[in-house]
């Protein structure tokens, strides 16, 4: 018998009024016609707490996009879900954000592009975003919502690192995840452009090991490093079907959001079959479940159930074949791949230009 | 954290009943923890007015230890979660 999720993130919309080019949702969007209503998610949210999750993501694209944000919060905490907002902030209104807190939204995780206007507003793809983010932000500080940063990474800003760290402060964020673009969806395209190079991600670690004893109690950081440059693979979504589920905009089942690139895999939809059996007996989440499907190389090592052979999403993007070791691992034979495009990606001279979804 | 410091659990931060699989949890911020025994206890008196002494007192009567060996352990585990962010001394 598989464990049970914690933790659930709902892809409420793929509309966003932002065009990052680290976008982490998939090459091609859902439409807005596609996308579940109000009752088809509030069904979900229950399935949901009666298989074990605790926590809800409620994420997008622009969850604010959503018309009935308010109805989709109320549904969540009926249902018993420890419920965060992910956000741009665009389209939060003093008035919808007070809605919220009404309604009980536990947790707001905003995001920032940027620490300042001119930076933000070119990654953002969004004129003016800036400025309305801290605006948003001012008025959840005023709530008194608990508050997370979200700060994106990447070669462009993550020298910005004390800058940002600032940001969260006076903000009054009690955390801050520092997130090195991780390379799924649209990242893809924009590879080259987002790397960070060796020297920015070995002054970003000293900085964030220094900043979190400096901050301690004061400020939470989570710091995801760029894992091209780790040695051993992160243990994505910690184990495949393990303690994570994803729900795309039209009620699409998924271990993971970037799931969908892997070809072979078929998915099943919330509003077709029960959450629970799609959990514990569709072929996608049963797929690299465990560990008994790992390659002999991840079998015989030590770190086995440590990282569980690694991103099955990266493998696939990377090496085409999603049942191959992560080829962040040093150990893998994949791991060549890798350096190859590092090397190409990361030479010294001027990134090429974003290429956003628009 | 002093005997004399009022925790508090902050906005955000609550304990809940894991239906599914029978637990006491400490939810908060991309943070799930399975509370056990001890931990509930203590939680369950983290009121935002009793001090950690008057908290341990209790928790010493209620489980026939020693007062002061209570009072160190309840330091420690609140002091680790006030690193997290998951306490707050209400007395500032």
Known sequence: ?358 | MTPEDIPVLPRGVRCGDDRVRGLRVLLGPERVLMLDQIGDAVLRRVNGTDTIRTISEDLARTFCAPRAQVEADVIEYLADLAEKRMVERANG
């Open chain 1, 1 to 358: 018998m598989a464990d049970l999720p914690l933790a659930m993130l709902a892809e409420l919309t793929h509309r966003c009024p932002l065009a990052c080019p680290y976008c982490s949702n998939p090459q091609e969007l859902t439409g807005r016609d596609a996308e579940l209503s109000t009752a088809q998610w509030a069904d979900i949210f229950r399935q949901a707490a009666d298989l074990g999750v605790l926590q809800l993501h409620l994420s997008g694209g622009e969850p604010a996009s959503r018309r009935d944000l308010l109805e989709l919060v109320t549904a969540a905490r009926e249902a018993g879900l420890y419920t965060n907002l992910i956000t741009s902030g665009i389209g939060l209104t003093p008035a919808r954000l007070e809605a919220l807190d009404a309604a009980g939204l536990d947790h707001i995780q905003l995001s920032v592009q940027g620490v300042r206007a001119e930076l933000a507003d070119r990654i953002g793809g969004y004129a003016g975003g800036f400025d309305r983010k801290m605006h948003v932000a001012d008025h959840i500080a005023r709530l008194g919502f608990p508050l997370t940063l979200n700060a994106v990474m990447h070669r462009e800003n993550l020298d910005d690192l004390p800058a940002t760290l600032d940001m969260a402060l006076r903000l009054g964020a009690r955390r801050i995840e520092i997130a090195c673009v991780q390379f799924q969806g649209w990242a893809l395209a924009n590879r080259a452009a987002l790397q960070p190079s060796r020297d920015q991600v070995a002054r970003a670690k000293e900085l964030v090991r220094a900043a979190s004893a400096r901050l301690k109690g004061q400020l939470v950081i989570d710091f995801v490093p760029p894992d091209y440059y780790s040695d051993f693979p992160k243990a994505c979504m910690n184990g495949w079907g393990s303690t994570g589920l994803n729900i795309a905009p039209d009620g699409t089942v998924l271990p993971c959001h970037a799931a969908q690139t892997i070809p072979h895999l078929t998915f099943e939809n919330a509003t077709a079959r029960p959450l629970a059996e799609i959990w514990h007996d569709s072929a996608a989440f049963n797929a690299y479940r465990g560990t008994d499907w790992l390659p002999e190389l991840c079998q015989s090592c030590d770190r086995r159930d440590v990282d569980f052979g690694g991103c099955r999403c990266q493998a696939m993007a990377v090496l085409g074949d999603p049942g191959a070791p992560d080829p962040v691992c040093r150990k893998s034979p994949g791991r060549a791949v890798l350096d190859d495009l590092l090397s190409q990606e990361t030479v010294d001279i001027a990134p090429p230009d974003f290429v956003y979804r628009r």
